[in-house]
Every structure is written in C-alpha cells, then in structure tokens.
C-alpha cells in the first residue's frame, strides 16, 4: 500500500477568458456584425473549449501554477488563501472534476468529494429518497446506505421528517440531513471546501467534532476553507495558495499566523518617524502597535496582549499626564475606555520620549477585529493635550481548543473566565 | 483501513483511452438506479391525473391521426384498422421523441451535480433514456388492449419484439450523447430541438406505412430511407404485433448499421469531450 494518499504533481490548470468584445459605431455595421457573427461565435466558444493547444495570449488566465504537494495517509492538509487564489480549483482537480492543463494528480483510494452538501438534493423527493440519491451521487452504494441509514439519519437530527418531501424542509433541516449523508461515507480519502461553515454555531460545532473523528479514523482529508478554527482544530499542516501558487507551506499554526500577519499588520502597528509624526502643539506620536504577550505571533481568544505606545513631549515643564482610548468592535461598538485615571497612580511627563504600555488581562476578548478607535493624551485629568481617531486594528483569531475536546468558538465580545461552583445536596438529607 | 488493494486513480491532462469503462459503470450501478427512480417518481408529482399522462397522451395522439390522416387524408394502413394501426408507430416514437428532447437538455440540467462531484457523465444521457421506458411500457398497455378490441394477435415474430427494443434505445442513447454534449457547449440544441422534433416525426413512418414509400419511390429509396432506424423498429414493431407484413429485415439491417454507428461515434464524441463539462458549464 503506498503511503501516500493524494499526491500532486506541477499541476496548472488555464483557463481562457472571454475578451470583451468590440462595438460597432453604425446601427449599419452592427446588424451587418449579427449576421457574421455566428462564425465568429463558432470559433470564439470553439476556442474556449479546448485546452489542447495552450498558447500564451491575452485571455488565458492561470487559475493554478505549478502546485506540487503531498498528502500522506491519514493526514490532514489545509489550504488556504484568499477569494479566487485557486483552493477551489485545486480541489476540483483532485476530485476529478475538472482535468489540469498541465501536470498530473495522482489519487490513491477511494475519495470523496465535499465541494458542497447535498449534491443532487431534489425537493420533490424525500429525506430518505435524497439520502440514498445524495449518497450514490457521494459514491456510496446502496447497501453502504441502507448500513447507515440509522446513523444518517439519528446524525440530522430530523427522524420525524425523514418521509416529508425535502421542499417542505426548513434550509436548516436541509443542510443537516445533507451532511449527515457526507459525514457517513467511508473512504479513503474526503476532499472538503469550505463546507464546514454552515448551519448554526451548534451544528458547526457538532460536523466539526464529527470530521476530528473521521480524520483519526484514519481517512486522509484536504481541507479548504476561509475559517481557520476547523483548519486549526484539524490540520498539522497547511497550504498558503496565492493566484494559483503555493506561497507558504508549513505547521498550520504558523501558516495561518503569518496569512493573518499578512492581512493586518499595516494597521496593527503604526511607526513614525520624529520629523513626520502626527502632532499638536504639545504631543507628537511616534508609535502604536499591539502585540502578544504569548510567544505565539498572534493574538488568540482569550489570550492576554500589549498596547505599546510612544510619543514625545514638546512641553518644557513637567506635568502629570494621562492617557485614555476607546476599544470598539467591527460594528463600532464600545467594548471598554481604557484609562489610565481609574488606576489611582500619578504618571509625571518631562519633555522628551514618553513609552506607555498597557497590558490587557488574559480571558478578557473574544476573538473578532477590534479598532483603538480613540486616544487622547491629557494634561491632568481634563486637558485634552493629543488625540487620535482609528489608530490601530487588529485582530484575535479563534481558539484552538477543540484539539482538547473543549467547546471552540464560543459567539461574543468577551470570553471571560468565570467564577463557577455548583453544589448540590441530596434531598433527604436535607430534611433530616 | 482496509487491506484490500487501494485503486489509484490518476488525473492529468491526457485523454483516456477506454472508451466506455465498464468496471467502472458497474461500481456506478446503484447510482444510475437511483437517477432513474428519482426521475420516474418525480415526473408525475403534483399532478392530479399522475402516471394517466403516460396514457392519456398517446390515445389523443391516435385520435387526432385517426380523423385526420385515417378518415380525412385516407391514408393507407396496409389492411388494419387505422387506429391500431397508428397506435403501433406513435408507442415507439413517442419513447424516441420523449427520450431525445429530454436526454438533450440532461448535461445542461445537471450542472449543478456533475461541476460539483465526479461519477461517469455517461450516466446522466443514460437517466432519461432508462427512465422513459416507464412511459413506453405503460402506453404498450393499451396497445394490448387494443389488439383484443380489434382482434388483431401477434405472430410468432413477437420473439423479435424485445431486439426491436434494444434497437430504440441504442438509438436513442447513440444520438443522445451527440445532443447532450453538443448542448453543454453551444447551448443552439436547446433551440433547434423544436424543428429537430417535428422533423424526425414527419419523416418516421407513424402516420403512414413505409411500404408507401416502396411504392411511390422504389425499393432502393426504400432501403436508404431504413437509414433512419426508427423506420424498421415501427415497421418491426408492426409485422410482429399486428403480423400485416413478414417481417422487414431488410429496413432493420439498414437500421442496425446506422444505429450502431450513431451510438459508437456518439460514445467516441461524449467521451472526447467530457473533460471540459466542468469547465464550460
């Protein structure tokens, strides 16, 4: 048996895009272009249907460039990258769908593609008809089906519906029982797009928990998608695609850190230099950048971190200074002002560099983009000496622990650690 | 994971060179079994009359060609009642007719599917030309019904009814992957399969008997005019159910011969351009 379960040759796949056409200036020489045009149509969809004679041109657009990797058995890959960078492409590739232009692919096993749940689903049928369509359609065959039909079925959780047409299905229902069927199949090998992403926090939760187990039942998985937690949660390693090329390999953790990096980090640090800095008259700012105080380059739920801070004080005498800012969320909401006035300390300023850094506790957010959206720098506790809108955005990623088993993304701002006890007594010893 | 040995599938740019693969068809069985359940019990939902369509559609047909062809036009019906007469040419065509118009839009329909997961294509050409058979057989029910009405008892030749069968449908699905894979690249088929229809209806002999052609034309006429493979299925159909004539191997040879080069040629051109589905759907 070869150790390999999908392997993946300089693979490119081109594909010929349509060039806008040209418009006639006269009604005369367009209704004389519709009467040639069925030739030029001939030979424009002519072209864009055959891949045999690929030569460079204007419209040929490479939708993957020479990928070449590896997925052991057993293993799990992930890709990503950003909207058209080829993921999608690439799995179309290994799943036999559509063929490379150049290169080859080689799949060992039998595979299974998950490009989307319920393939093939018919609202006119029901459950159990779409089951076993949707499930023949995935490559099963009907006694795989009818072994586990109890399973699917118990897995969606829609028993009492199972011979109600699927049109009078809530889209809820639809996309549990569709991936009750996927998430029966066994094979070798499961190639997965972005599907992991659907239905509600529960179910997301419950089909990712379900995918952990298939992979340690030792089905090799390839997994695409734009949310790092199943990626996190389920990859040792990852794919970085970029317009069709492979950027970045690596631990998963890693590769996601650095796309992340990638994506914010223009806003997450600020740097001035002394003579362009912003100003008033008093404050120039110099510096602003937020960072993990873990060793990780990222910032986690629940993860403490750093504000750091400089500016330099144009002042001549000395005063007592504070600073203050508002923390807000994507959707422009105030989560907290931090301040440095509620400390019941006195912070004095002489003229010169001043390096301010404040330390948000661990178990405080919860992962999203978070803005500084205010800062201000005062004289006192009133006089405002600098102020700064939109200063830095950031971002905290998802957590990883439902490697541990634990319950992942948890919705909300804040991700508190909270004070539990629960006790209990028996009833009868009470009433003695 | 399992110890037997792991097939390996290889993807590349490459055209195959099997032309059907029929290990592979045979692993796809329960799929294509499951197409052709969903299209039979999809078809007739949500209608009041349900599978009486199957019926009710080809007696109106008969009617109509009754008066007008029969009564009105006097066209000959080679010594048996008109209707019956008929009837035995519109069961055949209606399957072929029926088959080809849907068979013809079945890549472009699917879509959804086929760019989403891979299965032989073949199989869905194949869907519409399996599951139209329901119709055919349950319409061959009052073909029986008539020939006890009118007295009419099939000769012994009725051993070659099912051979006549399989020639419809071979011809059926040879010219099917030609449509279907044409429509999935210039989507014109969807609109030439208006004329296309009407064309091939007007040129079978439904209506009238192929040996007026004989007549009118002579027999070498004749003999290329059994090119169009339904002309010997209907005629076939009617010497071995209804025994007016022996039967005309002759226009069935003809038949077989183009038939088969349709469904080879067809299955050579479905299988060149398969690869491209995805992309151009």
Known sequence: ?432 | MKNTTVPKFVIESKKSRKIIDLKELRYYKDLLYFFVLRDITVLYKQTILGILWALINPVFQMVIFSVIFGKLASIPSDGIPYPIFSFAGILPFNYFSQSLSSVSLSLVGSTGIFTKIYFPRILIPLTPVLSKLVDFFIAFLILIAMMIYFNIYPTWEIVFLPMLIILMILTSMGIGMWLSSLAIQYRDVKFAMGFISSLLMYSAPVVFPASLIADKAGYTVYLLYGLYPMVGVIEGFRSSLLGINPMPWDIIGMGCISSVLLFISGAVYFKRTERIFADVA
């Open chain 1, 1 to 432: 048996m070869s150790e390999y379960a999908v392997r993946v040759n300089d693979v490119s796949k081109a594909f010929l895009i349509g060039l806008k056409e040209t418009r006639k200036e006269t009604l005369g020489a367009e209704l004389l272009s519709w009467f040639r045009s069925p030739r030029k149509n001939y030979n424009t969809l002519k072209r864009l249907n055959t891949f045999d004679h690929i030569e460079e041109s204007e419209d040929l657009f490479w939708a993957l460039r020479n990928v070449s990797f590896d997925l052991k058995q057993g293993e799990t890959l992930g890709i990503i990258g950003d909207n058209g960078a080829g993921k999608s492409t690439m799995l179309k590739i290994i799943s036999r769908i559509t063929n490379p232009t150049l290169g080859h692919a080689e799949v060992y096993g039998r595979s299974a593609s998950l490009l989307e749940v319920g393939t093939g689903f018919n609202s006119e049928l029901t459950g159990r008809e779409n089951v076993y369509l949707n499930g023949t359609i995935l490559g099963m065959t009907k006694k795989e089906i009818d072994s586990k039909f109890d399973a699917i079925v118990d897995f969606s959780g829609v028993e009492k519906f199972i011979d109600t047409q699927v049109k009078k299905y809530s889209s809820g229902m639809r996309i549990r029982l569709a991936f009750a069927v996927a998430a029966n199949i066994e094979t070798e090998v499961m190639i997965i797009d972005e599907v992991l992403s659907i239905g509600d926090a529960d179910f997301r939760k419950k089909s990712l928990e379900k995918m952990i187990e298939i992979s340690r039942g030792g089905t090799a998985i390839l997994l695409a998608t734009h949310n790092f937690l199943p990626i996190q949660a389920m990859c040792k390693n990852t794919i970085h695609l970029d317009h069709g090329k492979i950027v970045n390999y690596g631990n998963t953790n890693d590769i996601v850190s650095k796309y992340l990096g990638d994506m914010s980090k223009d806003k997450a640090r600020q740097h001035w230099t002394l003579e362009d800095a912003p100003s008033s008259d008093s404050i120039k700012i110099i510096k602003a950048e937020v960072l993990p105080v873990t060793n990780l380059p990222v910032i986690r739920a629940g993860d403490p971190f750093e504000f750091r801070f400089e500016f330099y004080n144009m002042l001549d005498n000395d005063y007592d200074i504070n600073i203050m800012f508002h923390l807000t969320d994507d959707y422009d909401n105030l989560i907290f002002i931090g301040s440095t006035t509620l400390t019941n300390l006195k912070y004095r300023a002489a003229k010169g560099f001043i390096n301010v850094s404040c330390r948000i506790p661990e178990n405080l957010l919860n992962h999203g983009k978070f803005t500084v959206n205010k800062l201000y720098v005062l004289q006192g506790s009133e006089k405002v000496l600098y102020e700064h809108s939109n200063l830095l955005v950031f971002e905290i990623t998802g957590d990883v622990e439902y490697e541990k088993g634990k319950s992942g993304k948890i919705d909300g701002i804040m991700k508190p650690k909270l004070g539990w006890e629960v006790s209990s007594k028996k009833e009868n010893e009470v009433l003695v």
